[in-house]
């Protein structure tokens, strides 16, 4: 697994167009895992990182699969502030039953009625819908905070626009089944996975 961070110049007129519409910005992510215009990318993962000041010094992470062709943003005038920085990891390695772990989760929870989703707004719900995703993928909410919580307005070309709720929890998780929890990691939890939604971080409790 390769874990990307990069630092957009807000300066970019680019940058700022992708930093206000995640379809944007997701489009433009794909030029570093294509080689021509009739490529199915690579699946990946990204996530604005939270707490990161978006007037100044705007970062992403991205997680794939397979490393990303960097050099293909580095070469849009102004777009980034530094090179790319890159390392292979294996976050999966590192999984134990009942292990504990630090974790950040940029998610878009949803509830299904009549066949449609509606994106959860209530705090309580919003911290349900994740203590199922833990049961789902392999894990056990230990505590959980929602530290921010937006909907967002996409506007894809050609059709009508779309609009989701886009919230951040934090908190501390347990291990309670390796293999499934290896899954979330690799392939992200829950809806909205290209408008950066998804990516789960863990780190030591």
Known sequence: MHLTRLTLDPRSALARRDLADP????????????????????????????????????????????????????????????????????????????????????????????????????????????????ERHGFAVLGALVTASERLNCQRKHSLGIVLQRVCFEGHLQVRDCDALAGALLGGIGPAKAFGCGLLSLGSA
Do not use: I
């Open 23 to 134: 379809y944007d910005m997701h489009r433009t992510l794909t030029r570093a895992f294509v080689s021509g215009a009739d490529d199915s990318p690579a699946r990946f993962l990204w996530r604005l990182e939270a707490g990161s000041n978006a007037w100044a010094t705007p970062q992403l992470l991205v997680q794939s699969a397979m490393a990303g062709n960097w050099e293909v943003l580095q070469a849009l005038p102004g777009y980034l502030q530094c090179a790319a920085e890159c390392r292979a990891m294996d976050q999966t390695a590192m999984l134990q039953p009942d292990r504990r772990f630090r974790f950040r989760l940029l998610a878009n929870p949803t509830v299904t009625r009549e066949r449609k989703r509606y994106g959860l707004v209530d705090e309580s719900a919003q911290l349900d819908w994740l203590a199922r995703q833990g």
